[in-house]
Nanobody, 121 residues
Framework: QVQLVESGGGLVQPGGSLRFSCVAS????????MGWYRQAPGKQRELVAT???????DYADSVKGRFTISRDNAKNTVYLQMNSLKPEDTAVYYC???????????????WGQGTQVTVSS
């Protein structure tokens, strides 16, 4: 059984910062990609940022230069530092981890529970 536990989020004023973390635990052989997605009310879930096991990262155009994704492989943890937040960043943020539970097993995608971010004055 694999669990993802997110922390961080909350209410912040425009221009402010927040930091998320997401820890994967349970039966884990190896972790491939880790990432963050978000879903605003009435919209589809969208990619925010991803990072590979080698540390290569990719970002949605809307967050480039403001958000930074990082990971600590020893702790099975992915982080998202969000700066210069805007009202349009308001959404529920989900972490996503693609991992193998067994050496010969396929990779599966797991989701965190979601954390609300509200950017408002």
């Amino acid at each position: 059984q694999v669990q993802l536990v997110e922390s961080g989020g909350g209410l912040v004023q425009p221009g402010g910062s927040l930091r998320f973390s997401c820890v994967a635990s349970g039966r884990i052989f190896s972790i491939n990609a880790m990432g963050w997605y978000r879903q605003a009310p009435g919209k589809q879930r969208e990619l925010v940022a991803t990072i590979t096991s080698g540390g290569s990262s990719d970002y949605a155009d809307s967050v480039k230069g403001r958000f930074t994704i990082s990971r600590d492989n020893a702790k099975n943890t992915v982080y998202l530092q969000m700066n210069s937040l805007k009202p349009e960043d308001t959404a529920v943020y989900y972490c996503n981890v693609v991992l193998r539970e067994h050496v010969l097993g396929p990779a599966h995608s797991y989701w965190g529970q979601g954390t609300q971010v509200t950017v408002s004055s």
